[in-house]
Nanobody, 116 residues
């Protein structure tokens, strides 16, 4: 059974930093991509950052230069380092694993709130 458990969210002032972690277990298939999505109130869920099986990273334009996605394969953990946070970064952040045949797996989400 696949489990993704996020941690590291919280309340931070604008300009501050947070580091999100996602501990993955039960992964017995190829991880074509692992990443972070977020959903702000009354908005659709959007991709924030991902890292593909080949090591390519993709970022939303709004976070380029501020966020960094990384993995520790030995620990089966995905990270998102978020610097220079802005109020518009507020939302629930979800960890995601994608497999082209099995589809998407999601964590339960962690709240990030950036105050101005």
């Amino acid at each position: 059974q696949v489990q993704l458990v996020e941690s590291g969210g919280g309340l931070v002032q604008a300009g501050g930093s947070l580091r999100l972690s996602c501990a993955a277990s039960g992964i017995i298939f190829t991880r074509d991509a692992m990443g972070w999505h977020r959903q702000a109130p009354e908005k659709q869920r959007e991709l924030v950052a991902e890292i593909t099986r080949s090591g390519t990273t993709n970022y939303a334009n709004s976070v380029k230069g501020r966020f960094t996605v990384s993995t520790d394969n030995a620990k089966n953990t995905l990270y998102l380092q978020m610097n220079s946070l802005k109020p518009e970064d507020t939302g629930v952040y979800y960890c995601n694993i994608r497999n082209v045949y099995r589809g998407n797996y999601w964590g339960q989400g962690t709240q990030v709130t950036v105050s101005s």
